[in-house]
């Protein structure tokens, strides 16, 4: 059977001398891997549809409980050939693909708000490539969309006034409830960062250029960002696979 999305390139590797394996995110599918029998014997027929972070309409062929499907068409409705274009900027829009593909299950479970934060990103990176909210954003909302969403509501346990978060824990946890716990990382979260975070996280994601943070509560909020990722979620993903 043969199933038809749109899908985002996130990452392409070859197998054997001319084939491809394309790694997409789906509009209906979720993340889902496909199979490209010798792109560069028909270059015609894909064109430059299998660079990464191409959307394109597709065409997916096999059974359905195969998990490398044969791709028979490919699209393109955008290119995002100006990401490819410059260095650092094709290495921001690596890292959101990195981070799909390592945050997203493969599940094959339709998740269009994660393909409409992917499109959202790369159409913000290529409008503004020096843009630090758009990477911070997309890093927010994809760890939301994964089931990471730090809790930032007071303290976590008891409910009461807390301003110091606990990657580990994913929370702000008051000095009551953090006592005797097993000591990791902490950052003390300014009220201006967490009024900020619940803006940025709950903005539509088409109004979000309205928002304006200053330069000093935007470093602080990727060191924050940064910190619930590397400790909380990094650490939360490869314990789970235990
Ligand atoms: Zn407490």
């Not at 996130?10 to 084939?19: F, I, K, N, Q």
């Not at 955008?78 to 981070?99: G, T």
């Not at 509501?153 to 807390?162: D, E, H, L, T, V």
């Amino acid at each position: 059977m043969t199933s038809r999305t749109e899908g985002i390139v996130l990452r392409s590797r070859t197998l054997g001398e001319a084939d491809l394996i394309i790694e997409y995110l789906t509009k209906d599918f979720g993340t889902r891997s496909a199979f490209a029998k010798s792109p560069r014997k028909i270059k015609s027929r894909f064109g430059g549809s299998l660079e990464p972070f191409t959307y394109a309409r597709i065409a997916l062929t096999g059974r359905e409980d195969a998990n490398l499907p044969k791709l028979t068409q490919s699209d393109i409705i955008r290119s995002f050939h100006p990401l490819r274009e410059n260095i650092p900027v094709f290495l921001k829009a690596c890292q959101f693909a990195e981070l799909a593909l390592k945050l997203l299950p493969s599940d094959g479970r339709n998740n269009p708000d994660a393909f409409a934060l992917l499109l959202w990103g790369l159409d913000g990176l290529e409008k503004d490539p020096a843009s630090a909210l758009v990477p911070l954003v997309f890093k927010m909302r994809l760890m939301e969309l994964a089931g990471y969403a730090p809790a930032l509501n007071g303290c976590a346990r008891c409910g009461g006034q807390a301003q110091v978060f606990y990657p580990r824990d994913g929370a702000l946890l008051c000095g009551g409830c953090k006592k005797g716990k097993k000591e990791g990382p902490a950052l003390g979260l300014s009220a201006a960062l967490i009024a900020m975070h619940k803006s940025l996280s709950a903005f539509p994601l088409e109004k979000l250029s309205r928002i304006k943070p200053s330069g000093a509560l935007l470093t602080e909020l990727e060191r924050f960002v940064e910190l619930h990722f590397t400790e909380g979620v990094n650490v939360h993903i490869r314990s789970a696979k235990f």
